[in-house]
């Protein structure tokens, strides 16, 4: 069962990670005990492994106002933290008497999770980042990572849903509850050798239909309310393999085809070697745990390990995850991973300047929109003119970068009429790409 503490106000102690008290005011904050795992837990929500039925349980959950109306008494959550060496592994089972209302609207990751029936996670190691994991009803996730403020408190959360943690998350629906089963690696926390054995943490449940919002820790101004937050204790994990500072690591804007990167991490001094990989794939919310090739050595150069990684893109406007992922080539244990989630540009956009032209402005302007990496815009771009009667007219150019092009194609002689522009782009790693365009010729003031 959850144990408790007395405490007493003092805003500096509140990030204080220490065995001892943590002090806020003469309000009880809890205590929860996390299991030493003795064999691997499977993720599917059912909670059948021997571990659920031995860790301790958060179970006092209360409430929160809600706008005008007065906290009632929440329906009864769970929540229960075992661990390895690797990562923790939570179990949180929401009980829920109308299971055929929930709402679970958000469907992408770090979409509003928030605002549907759901839970959120979150773990404070240090004084600089706290970390929030969501999930809703659908086992759709959200995760950030949000700077800590000299006062306690949290700093910009636009800001922090930026980060992607390496992480996975299954729900499972049952007639009276529905369950959450996370798992969260250590090495996509920022740990470092010094990280204590005892965290502070809360968990927080959205029931949305009723506007129910309750939490294990005795917040008051919402589940980000850091001075309030409880513990997590019994870490017992050697933590002296995370000798990589990835708190500054950042993915640069990326392009649709091959991207070409250089990441640089400080490292602590003797650390090393480590192996090294990537992965990218399009995101989708039944992917699971993402498989990474064979690492390759990568050694540390004057406390800084500077990473090589290439990644092609082969489509825009689609949600993407790339992956990294870095072990200690001694042990094959991660010291660090991480995702990055993003959308490229449409890589291939050609227009018109207007729908209708006039033989006196003598050529129709093409303007094509590379928006591909430089590695991959070499090739070459066509524009095709087709009429009704079968005339065609057409021009081509080199492309040796990204950005804008221009093709003219003469209009001298063409009868009035509607036609079609056939662009046609064919550039190295993405193959062929392709738009058609449209306009109508007709005389006009000048002609």
Known sequence: MTTRLRVLLGVGAVLALAAGPVLWGQVELPRLEALRLAAPVVLDGRLDEACWATAPSASEFRALAAGKHAPQTPEPT????????????????????????????????????????????????????????????????????????????????????????????????EADRWTIEARIPFATLDLTPRTPSEWRFS?????????????????????????????????????????????????????VGRNAIRLAMPVLPEAGPFLVSSALRPWSAEAGAMAFPAGRTVAAVDGVLSVDVELTVLQGKVLHEAGLQILDAASGRAVLQRRHLFRAPEPFVAALPWAVL????????????????????????????????????????????????RLSLPLADLPGGYYRVAVIGELADLGRCEAELRFLLTPGPFD
């Not at 994990?237 to 990835?246: H, K, T």
């Not at 095709?384 to 970068?401: I, M, Q």
Request: charged share 25%; with cysteine; net charge negative.
């Open 78 to 173: 769970q929540c229960q933290v075992v661990f390895d060496d690797e990562a923790l592994v939570l179990a949180v089972v929401c009980h829920e008497p109308r299971m055929g209302d929930l709402i679970a609207e958000a469907a992408e990751r770090d979409g509003a999770i928030w605002l549907d029936d759901s839970v959120e996670i979150f773990l404070v190691h240090g004084t600089a980042h706290y970390y929030q994991f969501g999930i809703n009803s659908r086992g759709t996730l959200y995760d950030a990572r949000v700077a800590i403020q000299p006062d306690g408190t949290g700093g910009d959360l636009a800001t922090g849903r930026l980060w992607d943690g390496a992480w996975e998350a299954v729900v499972r629906r």
């Open 203 to 255: 968990v927080g449940r959205t029931a949305a239909r009723r506007r129910e919002y309750s939490s294990w820790s005795p917040v008051v101004k919402g589940f980000h309310d850091l001075p309030r937050f409880g513990t997590l204790a019994g870490l017992d994990v050697d933590f002296r393999r995370f000798v990589i500072d990835g708190t500054a690591l950042e993915m640069p804007a990326l392009r």
């Open 358 to 405: 006039y033989p006196s402005d003598g050529t129709a302007e093409v303007a094509v929109d590379l928006a591909v990496t430089p590695e991959s815009a070499h090739g070459r771009l066509r524009a095709t003119l087709l009429g009704a009667a079968g005339l065609t007219r057409e021009v081509a150019v080199a492309v040796d970068h990204p950005g804008s092009w």
